[in-house]
């Protein structure tokens, strides 16, 4: 089982990135919701650090967009309105079309049986919406890797990072069955054509197909 994305996985080198990957996965995970209050000191005490390296996160999370900084009353989770969601598909689009462009010209065999087995990993685990969710982000970021572009990957990883949240409660309590393995196959049969237009166009296809359905969902939910 894969739990980290492959191409990036270290461990936190500082307290602030602590406090950072602790308030990233809160968020992502839903624990923390749009329009929560985050005061630094309760979680300092639950990481077991000081106030600072949390603030630090917090400013960093605010240049995501995650959270919003307000003078002397801490941070609050941001979330995404539908507009704004739309927004971040658009830019994934875009931003994945263009990875899976430069892709096609590197990708081996290894890369393609690596694919395989994170497929079937989000296979094993439909019944955890938690955890498929988890492995289908791990599944895009590994792919998008293979472009080996450091800069295209940071972006394309801060917007998964703004989605996960309402991904997770979609899938929860939406009606969108959790396989989506012959939409994947088809991205994964696009590479091995060595087809730039090609791939692009299915990885495309492929996250704007989710926007309808999601958005409606979220309608539904405000």
């Known amino acids: 089982m894969l739990t980290a994305p ?6 936190p080198v500082t307290a602030e990135e602590e406090a950072y990957n602790f308030l990233l996965g809160a968020i ?4 923390y919701c749009k329009g929560d209050r ?3 000191e309760d979680i300092a005490a639950e990481i077991g650090t000081s106030r600072m390296p949390v603030r630090e996160a917090f400013r960093r999370l605010d240049a995501q967009g995650l959270v919003t900084l307000r003078p002397n009353r801490g941070a609050v989770v941001s979330g995404l309105d539908i507009e704004e969601m739309r927004e971040v598909f658009e830019m994934r689009s875009a931003l994945e079309g263009l990875a899976m462009r430069v892709a096609v010209g590197k990708v081996t065999e290894r890369h393609l049986t690596l694919l395989e087995r ?4 989000m296979d094993e685990c439909r019944d955890d919406t938690a955890q498929w969710v988890v492995r289908h982000r791990i599944f895009h970021e590994y792919l998008c890797s293979i472009s080996e572009r450091p800069r ?13 949240a309402p991904m997770r409660l979609w899938l929860e309590h939406g009606e969108k069955p959790l396989s989506g393995r012959e939409e994947h ?3 994964l049969t696009a590479l091995r054509s060595r087809d730039a237009d090609l791939a692009e166009r299915v ?3 492929h996250i704007e197909g989710t ?5 409606l969902f979220l309608q539904t939910e405000q």
């Open 6 to 11: 492959l191409y990036a996985q270290r461990q």
């Open 28 to 31: 992502c995970a839903g624990r």
């Open 38 to 40: 985050l005061v630094a």
């Open 118 to 121: 994170l497929l079937d990993d």
């Open 152 to 164: 295209l990957m940071k972006q394309i990883v801060a917007l998964y990072s703004l989605i996960e």
């Open 185 to 187: 196959v088809q991205i």
């Open 203 to 205: 990885i495309r296809e």
């Open 211 to 215: 926007l309808p359905a999601l958005t």
